[in-house]
């Protein structure tokens, strides 16, 4: 049985960082593509970053890029979030979710965590 558990959340100043963590159990890590998304009260859940299993490529949404970077310990089958500069609009819970082929769209995820809620003040 496939298991995603993250953390890292909590609340923080505008211009602030967190550091999101998913660990992952049930599968064979290495080879699965992991990604964020998030969702905001009222507005649908939308892709973040993601990474693959084959090359470690990262892409990531234009509202996040350059202040996000996402990345994979196959060691310890965690994926990290670090997330700087954070906006207020970056409020939102974050998921993070795995699948063996895919990136942006949010359907060809199977299997998901409960999230992470990441509030930020202005």
């Known amino acids: 049985q496939v298991r995603l558990v993250e953390s890292g959340g909590g609340l923080v100043q505008a211009g602030g960082s967190l550091r999101l963590s998913c660990a992952a159990s049930?599968?064979?890590?290495?080879?699965?593509?992991m990604g964020w998304f998030r969702q905001a009260p009222g507005k649908e859940r939308e892709f973040v970053a993601v990474?693959?299993?084959?090359?470690?490529?990262?892409y990531y949404s234009d509202s996040v890029l350059g202040r996000f970077t996402i990345s994979r310990d196959n060691a310890k089958n965690t994926v990290y979030l670090q997330m700087n500069s954070l906006k207020p609009e970056d409020t939102a819970v974050y998921y993070c979710?795995?699948?063996?082929?895919?990136?942006?769209?949010?359907?060809?995820?199977?299997?998901w965590g409960q999230g992470t809620q990441v509030t930020v003040s202005s």
């Open positions: 979710a795995t699948t063996r082929s895919g990136t942006y769209q949010r359907a060809s995820y199977p299997y």
């Open positions: 049930g599968l064979t890590f290495s080879i699965y593509n």
């Open positions: 990474i693959t299993w084959f090359g470690g490529e990262t």
